[in-house]
């Protein structure tokens, strides 16, 4: 089994509609999850941080971590085209000065027009 | 945010030569550099972890001899890609810390697409 675990995609949804991605990890010693996103040909941009479990909102992303069942999603609302893109879910078990990241696959997202 | 540049985004090279990429943390001081490399639809595999003033510390399974890291400023790392391959063809990218506690502020650079003939 994967560390991390993140579904492909591709997904594809119509622009307005709420957008849901997820990720699932095995390693119980993980504690801060991040959300990337990595349009076509570029590295990737921090969009979300969280530590342990809870939410975390900023504009029209949600973070939501749940520790108990090892799962993170990262939830978009009134999605625009400017969304598609690739969405990374990344996380470490360490706390200041470990910047060991483990990253999922990632998503890739299309909102359409 | 800080902002990582590297160079060059996109480079082509004839297999057995060697190239050097660049990354620069342009408004920041980076103690501490990351090379990733990701494959198409794979995630980002950390290679090496680059400290100013020492030797990079490689991931398993990552060839030390073959990818040379050097981390000779705080604004400086490069990785060169030595005697590359086909095989090597893949998108190396870098981040840095921007000193900060906080775990997630890692800035990436727009990634080096390296494409070996």
């Known amino acids: 089994q994967k560390e991390v675990e993140q579904d492909p995609g591709p997904l594809s949804v119509p622009e307005g509609a709420i957008v849901s991605l997820n990720c699932t990890y095995s390693n119980s010693a993980f504690q801060y999850f991040m959300w990337y996103r990595q349009y076509s040909r570029k590295g990737p941009e921090l969009l979300m941080y969280?530590?342990?479990?809870g939410n975390k909102e900023d504009g029209r992303f949600t973070a939501q971590v749940d520790k108990s069942s090892k799962y993170i999603s990262l939830f978009i609302r009134d999605s625009q085209p400017s969304d598609s893109a690739t969405y990374l879910c990344?996380?470490?078990?360490?706390?200041?000065?470990?910047?060991?990241?483990?990253f999922g696959k990632g998503t890739k997202l299309s909102v359409i027009p | 945010g800080a902002v990582v540049s590297q160079h060059p985004s996109w480079v082509i090279c004839k297999s057995g030569t060697s190239v050097k990429i660049e990354c620069r943390s342009l408004?920041?001081?980076?103690?501490?550099m990351f090379w990733y490399r990701q494959f198409p639809k794979q995630s980002l595999m950390l290679m090496a972890t680059?400290?100013?003033?020492?030797?990079?510390?490689?991931e398993q399974g990552v060839e030390k001899d073959k990818f040379l890291i050097n981390h000779a400023s705080l604004t400086l790392s490069t990785l060169t890609v030595t005697s590359a391959h086909p095989e090597d063809s893949s998108f190396y990218i870098c981040s840095a810390s921007g000193g900060t506690t906080n775990t997630g502020e890692l800035f990436f650079g727009e990634g080096s697409r390296l494409t070996v003939l």
């Open positions: 990344a996380m470490t078990a360490s706390g200041a000065g470990s910047y060991q990241l483990t």
């Open positions: 680059s400290n100013e003033g020492s030797k990079a510390t490689y």
């Open positions: 408004d920041f001081q980076a103690t501490t």
């Open positions: 969280t530590y342990s479990s």
